[in-house]
């Protein structure tokens, strides 16, 4: 069983940064794909970006590419989302989920989710 646990979400400005954290517990986390997936109010879930459970590969959504970036410490047991020049669309709960091994992109495909943290990206 993996636990993940999102934090870092916050208010910023249009054209601000933040990073987000997943922090995953359990065991052979280091085994896991993360994928991060977003909602915003009345919208659907949809894919953001993942990373393989290397860290070596890494695959996004065109809205999001250029801007942000996933990395893995599989040390820490921990997945970054890093997100510069934040737009006002970028607003969303953002979620982690994990899967084994295998980078996808469907919601459906993985296994684990965390809860969830806000983002606000404000005009």
């Known amino acids: 069983q993996v636990q993940l646990k999102e934090s870092g979400g916050g208010l910023v400005q249009a054209g601000g940064s933040l990073r987000l954290s997943c922090g995953g517990s359990g065991p052979h986390f280091s085994s896991y794909a993360v994928g991060w997936f977003r909602q915003a109010p009345g919208k659907e879930r949809e894919f953001v970006g993942a990373?393989?459970?290397?860290?070596?590969?890494?695959k996004y959504v065109d809205a999001v590419k250029g801007r942000f970036t996933i990395s893995k410490d599989n040390a820490r047991n921990t997945v970054y989302l890093q997100m510069n020049s934040l737009k006002p669309e970028d607003t969303a709960v953002y979620y982690c989920a994990a899967k084994e091994l295998v980078l996808v992109t469907a919601a459906r495909e993985y296994d684990y989710w965390g809860q969830g943290t806000q983002v606000t990206v404000s005009s």
């Open positions: 990373i393989n459970w290397r860290g070596t590969n890494t």
